[in-house]
């Protein structure tokens, strides 16, 4: 292996300042050629950030980087781009309709000869000695939408390839791929340390960490913790670094909740025609969901409250019943908090009112005309409840903080007065002052009754939370903790499972 | 043979050829050689705007106003032969006028940011209005018998309009397939995100398609002023936009962009001109004509979304 | 971190109170052109005039109603001219072949509706886009309305029939008195019940709406039978106004309508726009046609001004 003591990237002193939020303070990281280097941190601990600096989206507002002990300023990505610093992200940005050659070389003067002409033998000679030179066998003329995930992941490498690039940030490279394809994946990334590229790999999935990588970086909320050899740590000591200390009062009390005979039973209910889930969900009871990307949580969510088709009933109450819309799951008392509240959770442009109202406005109409009274009492009733802090319910929501936003959405689901209450993501993209009041809002609901599904990538959150968590694994349950059974570790490891067993 | 079938063209093709024998079969007029190159030179002018709205639809967009560029460039260069200037310097400066008509377009497409069929759906009345303009509501006619050259001239044997639509389709063939300039239309087309990432100047290159597309029009405005004979400027060209998007639909296009090939175009032309042709010959009402367009345009519509749909599902197993 | 510049950003970007504005410059705009016209010809301000205006706009104005809704919701109907075509034919067709005209009259309305219903089934139901469909049915329709009629006007209705276009009640004719009728119906809808709520909201968030339980599907479909069967009354009208249907009817008035509803103030990305927008912009079409028509300015220079209307309205909106 090919380990030069020179880092070719040396990032110090790295703040970046938003308005009213310092997303990084006083980072410090280095990079040598020939490393995987894994980039650590829970959701919100600056990894994004960071990354988004070293491959120019962001400036820094504080600190210097280094490329080959020079100076640089990364401006843009293109600059980045020619400096050798390229980043794969999450989503692929491909031409579906050209082909993966194409996709590489597009628009760039290289493959174009002197007439003008694009030299197709000359660019799809590169593109498979490219992809080759990383181990990947590719058909490069094949239009790229009749190309698995793992190829696509390949031309997007191969692109940054094809800049010359030094230094690779990848971003959960794993998250989009298919079990069996993850192991190619890997086989890519060694291939391109062999090759004397330098690696920044951004996940989550422990066992992925101690497989692949050399050294490990650990942020958390906007600083360094520490900078490992993967050799010289433990899959304990990065969870304890990545989660610090437990924000103790940041999560109610539990104690109190009492449940009693079960509201919703799902049994052997499809979320895809290849998987089935069963589980039971008790009267007051907060059940807590965890899993990676692609686990099936989100697919499961959208099933029960009808906004995908599928087979199999539900279990309300003792009777069995068939969700074909939402409109029928609310029948049935179900509510939906969706993950995304920018572009699932609220019409932004309309005014809080509009937005509580909208699931129920059927319900506070009197023959087609909406009773603007009933609606009112019905806004100050839910603005006061949730304590949203607003001028009027009149207050277009766009100008409203993420925490009030959220709320609203909370309000609009809690107007179709649930027995049962899906929450995705609740707190998702809110600051701490705002999640504790939203972690106490759902207590308070729980112990009036209320049944909650609650599901997180945030594992402190559903830790705190959670009456029992329940993991899911390529779309099937895997485990089940019960109270005081869990920690991130144990959750980790069962989420993560099944891709230990494929490459073992 | 089997890279023919594999072709993205080929369901086109081989509907062509079987509306051809079929019209064959129905009509004994249809297969005589005057009736077959009626049907070449009747498509030249549906055919070279086809060119140029297929890079529109290539990258997403949609252009209503070619006709009316049809006419203000027909118009435009029956007054100037008439007034006596050379043929060919008339259709200079017709080509100048189509080429400022699109770029009237690609302006407020690609810089003020107006959606394509707003645009187009206004300048398609302006123009028309400006073509009544200039032609002060007259018949335009009586053309000198040197611009009967663009309908029945010869070049090298072949009829100057299957020249130049022949030579426009192969030089802009060219240009979409091997250039780097008729990639950037497929790429943005394709994903105008990635596009943007990867240095691509969209409204540069809208603005250069809405050009080319204006100026191809323009020849075609030429070619159907020799070959009318006389213009009103209120109708020419009215209705043509509807013909040839449908053509370029029917030839394989994606009305989302990023798909169709000027080779599909060409069949789609073609078949849409058998189309017409056959349905005149078999004694139909000519108002069959519009009825078939629209509701091969629509299936052509529904062809697309059905395809696309069926490109997407395959995710839809996927697990979120 | 991406959440909080967004935040910030969209907390700066203050919304502009767009509705007052656009309408008190409807006002104005229409006040100046009532002056400016009634000193090009002494004819213009007479009642006869005023009351002609009225009626001609009815056709538009019709159009106009469920147009605002289409467009509000984030979609565009460029059929609604054939259709218009294609209802007048029917009802011709139907009276002339010997079926009652009240019957006709109810036919051709079902008509209209169900062409609607096949742009709202291929849009709402089947996910295409809204322009390329409605473009296909307006070219097949129009077509359809040519073999009907194979270009010949139908004419020759009875006498009570022609009421709805020529009649008067209290001074005020027929057409008009519906027109309005119909406006304040469709402001109180789409002010005051749950219709006029969704199709705000999915204009601006058609994922949100879905998301809250509502049928995304159905809303979309009927604001694209509306757009039919209101089409459908402006072809009642127009035969009846005008003694005869014709293939030509209603071609090119998706022009005037959507400039209308644009100049209106409607968003042309939905989401935004108001009823007394439209109607004002349907008078503001009505005094302009009418005025250049006094002062002789031919229809097709006509049309270049409404061309220029629709790219400054829409052009005003991006800012």
């Known amino acids: 292996m090919y380990q030069m003591d020179k880092p070719i990237l040396i990032m110090e002193g790295i703040t970046k300042e938003f308005p009213g939020v310092k997303a990084l303070d006083g980072v410090d990281f280095e990079l040598y050629p020939g490393e995987v280097h894994a980039l650590m941190g829970e959701n919100g601990a600056g990894k994004s950030t960071l990354m988004k600096i070293l491959s120019g989206v962001y400036q820094h507002t504080a600190g210097k980087i280094l490329l080959n002990e020079e100076e640089v300023t990364l401006n843009n990505p293109t600059v980045a781009q020619e400096l050798g610093i390229s980043i794969i992200h999450q989503e692929f940005n491909l031409f579906p309709n050209l082909s993966a050659a194409e996709n590489i070389f597009i628009d760039r003067k290289e493959i174009i000869s002197a007439s003008g002409k694009i030299n197709w033998s000359r660019m799809n000679a590169e593109a498979k000695a490219l992809t080759e030179s990383i181990g990947a066998d590719i058909d490069v003329r094949r239009e790229v939408q009749y190309l698995g995930v793992h190829s696509q992941q390949v031309i997007e490498i191969a692109k940054a390839l094809s800049f010359n690039a030094k230094i690779l940030i990848m971003d959960e490279p794993s998250a989009a791929l298919p079990e069996d394809e993850v192991q190619k994946m890997f086989d890519v990334v060694k291939q391109l340390r062999n090759n004397g590229v330098a690696i920044v790999y951004v996940s989550h999935r422990m066992n992925e960490i101690f497989k692949i990588a050399d050294k490990v970086t650990v942020l958390r909320d906007g600083g360094k913790v520490s900078t490992n050899k993967i050799t010289e740590t433990t899959e304990d000591q990065l969870i304890s670094e990545m989660v610090g200390k437990e924000v103790g009062d940041l999560y109610p009390d539990k104690t109190k909740r009492i449940f009693n005979e079960s509201v919703l039973n799902v049994n052997d209910f499809d979320i895809t025609s290849k998987h089935k889930v069963s589980f039971s969900l008790r009267r007051g009871e907060i059940l807590g969901f965890f899993g990676l990307v692609g686990s099936g949580t989100h697919t499961l969510a959208e099933r029960i409250f009808g906004l995908k088709k599928g087979k199999g009933t539900v279990e309300i109450n003792g009777k069995s019943i068939l969700i074909k819309n939402p409109k029928d799951a609310m029948k049935q008392g179900i509510a939906y908090l969706p993950p995304d509240r920018h572009r699932q959770g609220l019409v932004k442009e309309s005014s809080i009112r509009e937005n509580m109202t909208l699931p129920i406005l059927k319900r506070i109409s009197n023959g087609l005309i909406i009773d603007k009274k009933a609606e009112q009492v019905i806004n100050e009733e839910y603005i006061e409840k949730l304590s949203i802090k607003t001028p009027s319910q009149n207050q277009v929501v766009n100008l409203l903080s993420g925490g009030n936003q959220q709320k609203v959405v909370l309000a609009k689901w809690l107007t179709t007065k649930p027995d049962i209450l899906i929450m995705e993501e609740p707190t998702r993209g809110v600051d701490v002052g705002a999640k504790a009041e939203i972690y106490r809002l759902i207590n308070e609901l729980s112990l009036s009754g209320l049944s909650i599904i609650l599901i997180s990538t945030e594992m402190p959150e559903l830790i705190g939370m959670s009456d029992r968590i329940l993991v899911m694994n390529e779309g099937n349950i895997v485990n089940e903790f019960k109270n005081g059974e869990a920690d991130q570790q144990k959750l980790l490891k069962e989420a993560s499972n099944s891709i230990d067993k494929m490459v073992v | 043979m089997a890279n023919i079938f594999k072709r993205r063209e080929a369901p086109i093709i081989l509907f062509t050829i079987v509306l051809f024998c079929i019209f064959s079969l129905i009509s004994s007029n249809f297969l005589k050689p005057d009736n077959l190159g009626l049907i070449l030179t009747q498509i030249t002018t549906t055919g070279l705007i086809s060119i140029g709205m297929l890079m529109v639809i290539l990258f997403g967009g949609i252009d209503l106003s070619v006709g009316s560029v049809l006419a203000v460039v027909a118009t435009v260069v029956g007054m100037l032969v008439n007034a006596g200037i050379n043929p060919f310097v008339a259709a200079l400066i017709g080509m100048v006028v189509g080429a400022i008509c699109g770029a009237f377009n690609g302006l407020f497409i690609a810089w003020f940011n107006i959606p394509e069929i707003i645009t187009t759906l206004a300048t398609m009345f302006i123009f028309r209005g400006i073509a009544v303009a200039i032609s002060g509501g007259e018949w335009v006619t009586n053309f000198p018998d040197s611009f009967n050259f663009f309908s029945q001239g010869k070049i090298i044997g072949i009829p100057v309009p299957i020249a130049l639509f022949a030579t426009g389709a192969i030089m802009f063939g060219y240009i979409l397939s091997q250039t780097r300039f008729g990639r950037r239309v497929y790429a943005i087309g394709g994903n105008k995100e990635a596009a943007k990432l990867a240095g691509m100047s969209t409204r540069k290159t809208k603005f250069l398609v809405y050009i080319s597309s204006g100026m191809l029009t323009s020849v075609a405005a030429v070619i159907y002023a020799s070959q009318v004979g006389s213009i009103q400027a209120s109708t020419a060209g009215s209705g043509i936009e509807f013909t040839v998007i449908a053509a370029v639909l029917v030839g394989g296009a994606s009305i989302f962009g990023g798909v169709g090939t000027m080779l599909g175009t060409a069949f789609g032309v073609l078949l849409m001109g058998m189309i017409k042709n056959g349905l005149v010959l078999t004694q139909a009402s000519v108002y069959w004509v519009d009825a078939t367009t629209g509701f091969i345009l629509i299936l052509a519509i529904i062809i697309n979304t059905v395809q696309r749909s069926r490109n997407l599902a395959s995710r839809e197993g996927d697990l979120v | ?319």
């Open chain 3, 1 to 319: 971190m991406n959440l909080v510049k967004e935040e910030v950003n969209t907390r700066l970007k203050r919304l502009p109170s767009i509705k007052i504005n656009t309408i008190s410059i409807l006002v104005i705009l229409l006040a100046g052109l009532l002056i400016f016209f009634s000193t090009q010809s002494p004819y213009f301000l007479t009642t006869l005039n005023i009351t002609n205006v009225l009626v001609q706009v009815t056709t538009i104005g019709l159009i106009a109603i469920p147009m605002t809704y289409v467009i509000i919701s984030g979609a565009m109907d460029l059929s609604v001219g054939s259709i218009l075509g294609l209802s007048a034919v029917t009802l011709g067709f139907l009276y002339e072949s010997g079926t009652n005209i009240w019957v006709s009259v109810v036919l051709a309305l079902v008509v209209g509706a169900l062409a609607g219903a096949l742009n709202g089934l291929l849009i709402a139901r089947y996910k295409m886009q809204a322009i390329v469909v409605t473009i296909g049915t307006l070219v097949m329709l129009r077509g359809l309305v040519y073999i009907i009629t194979k270009g010949k006007p139908i004419s020759g209705y009875p006498d009570s029939f022609y009421f709805l276009g020529q009649g008067k009640v209290l001074g005020i004719p027929f057409s008009v008195i519906v027109m309005m009728a119909l406006f304040s119906i469709a402001y109180i809808l789409i002010k005051k019940t749950r219709i006029g709520r969704y199709t705000y909201a999915l204009g601006n968030n058609e994922e949100a709406v879905r998301y809250s339980g509502i049928n995304v599907v159905k809303v979309r479909f009927l604001t694209f039978v509306m757009s039919g069967l209101f089409a459908g009354i402006a072809a009642i009208f127009y035969v009846s106004r005008y003694a005869s249907a014709q293939a030509s009817a209603g071609d090119g008035i998706e022009l005037d309508v959507i400039t209308a509803v644009l100049i209106g103030g409607t968003h042309i990305f939905g989401g935004r726009g108001s009823l007394v927008g439209t109607f004002l912009g349907v008078l503001i079409i009505g005094t302009l046609r009418n005025g250049l028509n006094l002062m002789g300015v031919s229809v097709l220079f006509q049309t270049v001004i409404l061309g220029v209307l629709i790219l400054v309205a829409v052009s005003r909106q991006n800012k």
